[in-house]
């Protein structure tokens, strides 16, 4: 990365520098942090480095901090200037074009990480009730969990994506009797859901359990459904709401390694074990009948209790069970998923993993924020199907490219407003349409340097036009240097696409999808400007092949990350 480049350069200046004795009273031990950016000035240079930071140690004025620095440097493939404590670097031609073969020969491992740290990390994402459909925000977690899985493996991570699967609880039971009610209903019964608020919350009432109660009844005419046992009908509506999850998150392109049901959690003991193996460390304490958890001596703002009363298990008894487990299996990093209203639970999750001696900072946790629908800027009631309740209805209205994009394209602590009318247009106001149709377009050059043409009226052939086997062999041939003296843009695109490797990294230690996005819409609107200025296919046969070598760049770059976002890469639109 360049940027990488330029700092080891200012690194080891300033190593030099403080050897011959050049800045200061500054010695060999002292730390500083280096920071560098883009000028806001491009007649600057293309990177800058601000030493001024250094001043604190070496006790003399930044430029000739800078000055000092700058003496050490070797220059070899750019050029320096100071401005103040700013180093400003402007790279050669030579430099620049090293970018363009180096993407032509990696293709789809353009951008992965190199020497890195790698981790065997699990990514629980979703893990919702199997007792309805998806809501919108599930759609968001699934957007960005899987993105984020995508991304992790592109860095150089081994990724494993779970869902874990809350069918233990009351939960199951309400689903059950909420089945036997629409099942009676189709029957002809006159019965309905309670209409007090207070019951109405043990049932699922929605419409969505009734093509359930009919395939039930057809599965099984023989069935009394007033003498079966409830269990029976628990079990068939959990087994019909789990597969219609996995069929759409399948359609959704979310790809889980594993389905890990809190049900056989609890039937394999695990949960009893971490609780007796709490208890034998001294962790828990019975008051008014509950047994709690001391999750205070380990940062936690109050004791949490992990068994009532009444003897039943608390949610968290659960996760401490499973997330133990995560660990159990060899994991070196946990990443979850949630919604922002469970951030209080992070601390008793941490803290009950110290306990129990696993390394809590191991776990992170990415809270996610709420979706807001919206129609011609204006939020949708919630409440009614015809409204896209469902991320079912929303993928229908608008498409998975769409809901995908735009479930990602804003950071996942923030508020997302997915406006429904602008992700259906197709234009360039809608970024996932504006970032396709620059791939599209990539495309359509490419076919057209390949595809002979002939005039229908003369049946004379284009200019300079090229084969297949032709183009298969330019990118190895042509002078990388001309593309720079292609278009006055070439530089700033081939900057750009240079840029995309720093963006996987720095995405990919953040933990952000978003910026990917951000990255791509960048990349597109470099590209569209470059198009609208700069003719690729002519009978300039020399010119035509290092435009086309950036373009090919171009689509190796934009793919890769489309890719990472798991939005498809139309060739034609």
């Given amino acids: 990365m360049l940027k990488d480049f330029f700092l080891k350069e200012v690194d080891a200046g300033i190593k030099e520098a403080v050897k011959a004795n050049k800045l200061g009273q500054m010695g060999v031990n002292d730390k500083y942090t280096l920071i560098i950016e883009k000028p806001k000035n491009p007649e600057f240079g293309d990177f800058a480095v601000n030493v001024s930071s250094l001043a604190r140690q070496a006790k003399i004025a930044p430029p000739m901090i800078a000055n000092a620095i700058v003496e050490q440097l070797s220059k070899e493939n750019y050029t320096v200037s100071v401005v103040g404590g700013f180093i400003n670097f402007k790279i050669s031609d030579n ?39 998806f809501h919108i925000g599930h759609g968001r977690w699934a957007a960005m969990g899987s993105a984020l899985a995508n991304l992790l493996k592109f860095y150089g991570h081994e990724v494993y994506q779970e869902f874990y699967i809350n069918d233990a609880g009351s939960q199951i039971q309400k689903l059950g009797n909420s089945l036997k009610i629409r099942i009676q209903q189709e029957l002809g019964e006159d019965i309905d859901f309670p209409t007090d608020e207070i ?78 193996e709490l208890m034998d460390k001294g962790f828990l304490y019975e008051q008014d009948g509950a047994m709690w958890f001391k999750s205070t001596q380990y940062g936690d703002d ?40 469970h951030h209080g639970y992070i601390a008793r999750v941490k803290a009950s993993l110290e306990a129990l ?54 950071n996942i602590d923030m508020t997302l ?112 400007s470059f198009y609208n200025s700069n003719r690729v296919i002519s009978d300039d046969k020399e010119l035509m092949n290092a435009r086309l070598g950036l373009v090919e760049a171009i689509r190796i770059t934009l793919k890769n990350a489309l890719d990472i976002l798991a939005v498809s890469a139309p060739e034609k639109m």
């Fill in 302 to 341: 109050q004791d949490r209790v992990i068994k009532k009363a009444d003897g039943s298990n608390t949610y968290l008894t659960a996760d401490i069970a499973y997330h133990a487990d995560k660990f159990d299996r060899g994991f070196d990093r946990l990443i979850d998923i949630w919604g922002a209203d």
């Fill in 417 to 528: 407003d997915f406006d429904i009318e602008l992700a259906k247009r197709s234009t360039d106001e809608n970024p996932v349409f504006y970032v396709q149709y620059a791939y599209a377009r990539v495309c359509s050059i490419l076919r057209n340097a390949v595809n002979e043409k002939i005039n229908p009226e003369t049946g004379e052939k284009t200019p300079a036009p090229m084969t297949k086997p032709e183009l298969d062999n330019l990118f190895g041939n042509f002078d990388k240097t001309l593309i720079l003296k292609t278009a006055a843009s070439a530089k700033t695109l081939i900057l750009k696409l240079e840029e995309f490797k720093s963006v996987i990294a720095s995405s990919a230690q953040n933990r952000t999808v978003y910026t990917i996005c951000r990255y791509v819409q960048e990349l597109a609107q470099e590209f569209h």
């Fill in 199 to 276: 019951e109405r919350k043990n049932f699922y009432p929605g419409d969505y359990l009734i093509p359930v109660a009919k395939k039930f009844l057809q599965e099984h005419p023989e069935i009394d459904v007033h003498t079966c046992d409830i269990q029976v009908l628990c079990d068939y509506a959990k087994a019909e709401m789990e597969a219609c999850q996995r069929k759409l998150l399948e359609g959704f392109r979310v790809h889980f390694d594993k389905f890990y049901s809190e049900l056989d959690l609890h039937k394999s003991g695990k949960v009893e074990k971490r609780y007796k």
């Fill in 357 to 410: 001696g696993y390394n809590p900072d191991m776990l992170e946790v990415l809270l996610g924020q709420l979706v807001n629908l919206l129609i011609d800027g204006n939020e949708v009631r919630m409440g009614k199907r015809k409204n896209m309740v469902t991320l079912d209805d929303l993928i229908e209205e608008v498409g998975v490219d769409a809901t995908r994009y735009w479930m990602e394209m804003r």
């Fill in 95 to 133: 430099l620049l074009a090293n970018t363009i073969e180096e993407i032509l020969n990696k293709k789809e491992n353009y951008g992965r990480g190199e020497g890195i740290n790698k981790e065997k990390i699990l990514l629980e994402y979703v893990s919702a009730n199997p007792t309805g459909p």
